[in-house]
C-alpha cells in the first residue's frame, strides 16, 4: 500500500509586510522551491521547504528578488 502525502500548514513570517502567515506543505516531497503570493500583501515570495528523513520540515521563506 502506497502511503498517501499530506499538506501541512506550517506558519511563517512574510517578508515584505511582517506579518504572520500559514502556508501549507506537501510532505511527500524532500526538497520544494516555489513562488507563493503572499495572503495579506500578495506580494510575492519565494519559499524552500526541507523535509528531513525524520519527518521534520523546515520552511525558508525570502522576498523574491533577495
Same mark, same amino acid.
Not at 6 to 27: F, M, N, S
Given at each position: =500500500? +502506497?502511503? =498517501? &502525502?499530506?499538506?501541512? *500548514?506550517? /506558519? @511563517?513570517?512574510?517578508?515584505?509586510? !511582517? ?8 510532505? &511527500? +516531497? ?5 513562488? *507563493?503570493? %503572499? *495572503? +495579506? %500583501?500578495?506580494?510575492? =515570495?519565494?519559499?524552500? +521547504?526541507?523535509? &528531513? &528523513? !525524520? !519527518? @521534520?520540515? @523546515?520552511?525558508?521563506?525570502? /522576498?523574491?528578488? *533577495?
Amino acid at each position: =500500500m +502506497v502511503a =498517501m &502525502s499530506e499538506l501541512h *500548514e506550517k /506558519a @511563517t513570517i512574510c517578508p515584505y509586510c !511582517g506579518e504572520r502567515i500559514t502556508i501549507l506543505v506537501d510532505d &511527500s +516531497v524532500e526538497h520544494q522551491q516555489y513562488i *507563493e503570493d %503572499c *495572503e +495579506v %500583501c500578495c506580494r510575492p =515570495m519565494e519559499i524552500h +521547504v526541507h523535509i &528531513s &528523513s !525524520g !519527518g @521534520t520540515c @523546515t520552511v525558508e521563506v525570502r /522576498a523574491e528578488n *533577495e
